[in-house]
């Protein structure tokens, strides 16, 4: 399918590197594509940022049909572009759409169409330190009826978003809240899935946790509530001695492409790095014997999170003396330095455009 591309007339002006924050900032030009039964994925254009016409009747506003994915671009020493790993997000887009009845998409030609909107907007990916384009692809049903079923007809969008560093003052530790009454999400639900109605079901817990001081919110399983499942964001890991675990995917857990980074990292390198079950009272017990070295979040947003206190029921566990533990470290230097070129990628992990 080829890609009309239509170039906008009124450039905007550039927002100040230092002023980017997260996700407030949209460039030039966004990529969309349409799907009808008839005619399946059709009319794939770039075309300047903008809003849509919705009709009140749109059967996503009503039933929530839509999913996403997250990933970035990033700017080498040399001028080189890279994106890291987009044909695993690609991938994730099928599974989601599977999981929401969307129709699946061609996994190449997104990666193609991303490629190309990512350079021609190239003047907007920023270039400080931890700095970053982040792309937003998502899908949402576009028919307008309100019987519930699967829309017939869907818009597949790419917006692209300039975004400052994550840490203002290096790898800070976050809190993190570890809830125990409300539930992200059970198996044979949509937890596995990049889909609006997970962050939607996630938010009122968030809130009051917030109320409390903490940042983010430690999701258990939603059965037992009992075993550990991740942050909502982020995915979730904990060095325990000398083993770095993280929960295994189990149908509930989103399974985040920088948590495949770690483990593939953290095996490379020597480390014992495992996927397995783990419950909250294991977490308790091994930190009253001094056991739990460092907790950390993984996700596209932040890379790692250094967890430096996890609150359960009332009892504050402080990690690692709140500090960035030696693994953190180890891993966000050495994944930033492959996404952006400065460390050896024996992974193949990058993938360069330019
Ligand atoms: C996107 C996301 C993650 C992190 O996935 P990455 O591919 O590493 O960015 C973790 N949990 C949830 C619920 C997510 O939506």
Redesign the pocket.
């Known amino acids: 399918m080829e890609i009309k591309v239509t170039k906008t007339t009124t450039p905007k002006t550039k927002p100040d590197a230092s002023a980017l924050g997260f996700g407030k900032y949209f460039t030039d030009h966004m990529f969309v594509m349409d799907y009808s039964d008839e005619k399946g994925w059709y009319d794939a254009r770039i075309v300047p940022y903008g809003p849509f016409e919705i009709e009140p009747a749109c059967t996503t506003l009503h039933y929530g049909q839509a999913i ?4 970035k671009a990033y700017k080498g020493a040399n001028g080189e572009i890279f994106l890291y ?1 987009p044909e ?2 690609m991938a ?1 887009i099928n599974q989601s759409n599977d999981r929401l009845c969307i129709p699946q998409i061609d996994e190449a030609f997104a990666v193609e169409a991303i490629k190309q909107l990512v350079l021609l907007d190239q003047d907007w990916i920023p270039e400080g330190e931890g700095t970053s384009l982040y792309i937003r692809p998502f899908i949402f049903g576009t028919d307008n009826m309100l019987g519930v079923h699967p829309s017939h007809t869907y818009k597949f969008v790419v917006i692209l978003s300039p975004v400052g560093s994550y840490y203002k003052d290096g790898l800070a530790p976050v809190k993190i809240w570890v809830e125990d009454d409300y539930v ?2 059970v198996r044979g639900g949509m ?1 596995f899935a ?1 889909t609006a109605g ?2 939607a079901a ?1 938010l009122k817990a968030q809130a009051v946790s917030s109320e409390k001081g903490y940042s983010q919110v430690l999701w258990l399983d939603g059965v037992e509530r009992k075993y550990i499942e ?6 979730i890991f904990f060095k325990i001695g000398d083993e770095v675990v993280t929960p295994e995917l189990n149908g509930s ?9 770690v483990l593939k990292v953290l095996t490379a390198y020597g480390y014992n790095a495992s996927e397995r079950k783990v419950s909250i009272d294991e977490i308790v017990e091994a930190y009253k014997e001094g056991k739990l070295e460092e907790v950390f ?5 932040a890379v790692i999170s250094p967890v430096g206190e996890l609150c359960f029921r009332g009892e504050k566990m402080i990690i690692n003396n709140n500090e960035i533990g030696k693994v953190s470290q180890f891993l966000y230097d050495t994944i930033t330095g492959i996404q952006k070129g400065t460390v050896e990628d024996k992974f193949g992990f990058t993938y360069r455009i330019k």
């Open positions: 996403f994915e997250g990933l790993r695993r997000n994730r992200r999400a937890g990049k997970n962050y996630s991740e942050v909502g964001a982020m995915n857990i989103l399974a985040g492409i920088t948590r495949d980074s979040g993984t996700g596209t947003a």
